[in-house]
């Protein structure tokens, strides 16, 4: 522990000169992070981390058959990193960050039916004075001078038709995930993707958005079954979104962590009561693995 702490302190000391790209192991599969990524601890402390996102993609390819996946806030490939641990289902991967976008091409040009879409989600296209803001491998949305394109989700399916019905649909973008569901209302009423979404009060209520008032928002577009993870992966419990007593005691366990502790949630629509089914099923067996009880 003592090891791992001074380590992290002298990470975070040389990366402020110098943050090389370095190789980083997901499973069976290597991509490249800058040196101060904070997946690297993430994942040396926290070895069940993301893989939740990768055996849903396998469970639903196996309920479902041929799917594809659009990845939300793509960061440098780290998502298509997992999933390709379970699956090679083709993947959409779109995210607006220069950085993320130059690691992002070097790492997925090792897979085939990976494609990638520079560009911010919204709620309409415009120019926008904005910028993302690059810290610890992370980003968030700050006022800036430059002018950027927004784009919405349906603009960027023109370009890129083959994915316009994926049966899953992954966001990660800091407290933002629920203002750009709302930005997909009609895909999500017309696709119903499976979602998996970070979902962390803290960020949400600073961005101008209410995490309850979301979780209504979901039921109103057709969703009615949730999984509820922690962030570092852990398997909490799956409940119907009309059980309004489970659903608001969660949001208010994951309250007031100023981002310390927030929660990834995958739910699926009112037609797809099976595969919430077999997925909370095939999940409670995995951690019964790993956990050996």
Aim: proline share 3%; glycine share 4%.
């Amino acid at each position: 522990m003592v090891i791992r702490s001074f380590k992290r302190r002298f990470v975070k000391a040389i990366s402020r000169f110098y943050d090389p790209p370095v190789v980083l192991t997901i499973g069976s599969e290597k991509i490249k992070v800058r040196l101060s990524h904070q997946l690297r601890e993430i994942l040396a402390v926290f070895p069940q981390y993301n893989h939740n996102l990768g055996r849903i993609v396998k469970y639903t390819e196996h309920i479902k058959g041929n799917i594809s996946m659009i990845d939300i806030g793509a960061n440098v490939g780290d998502t298509v990193a997992f999933v390709r641990n379970y699956s090679n289902i083709p993947i959409l991967c779109i995210d607006g960050e220069v950085e993320y976008i130059s690691l992002l091409r070097q790492n997925v040009a090792q897979y085939e039916n990976v494609h990638i879409c520079q560009a911010l989600v919204g709620k309409e296209n415009k120019d926008e004075q904005i910028k993302l803001k690059v810290e610890k491998g992370t980003a968030h949305i700050e006022e800036s001078n430059t002018t950027v394109k927004v784009r919405t989700l349906e603009n960027i399916l023109e370009e890129f038709p083959k994915f316009s019905n994926s049966k899953i649909l992954k966001s990660d973008t800091d407290g933002f995930d629920t203002w750009i569901l709302r930005s997909c209302t009609d895909y999500l009423k017309t696709s119903k993707p499976i979602l998996f979404f970070e979902f962390d009060p803290h960020f949400i209520k600073k961005n101008g958005d209410d995490p309850w008032d979301f979780t209504k928002y979901l039921k109103a577009t057709g969703y009615s079954y949730l999984i509820f993870y922690t962030n570092i992966g852990d398997y909490m419990l799956g409940c119907d979104i009309r059980d309004e007593e489970v659903v608001n005691q969660l949001i208010h366990y994951f309250s007031g962590r100023n981002i310390e502790m927030f929660a990834d949630i995958c739910a699926f629509h009112a037609e797809d009561q099976n595969l919430f089914e077999y997925t909370m099923d095939q999940e409670i067996k995995h951690f019964q693995q790993v956990r050996d009880y």
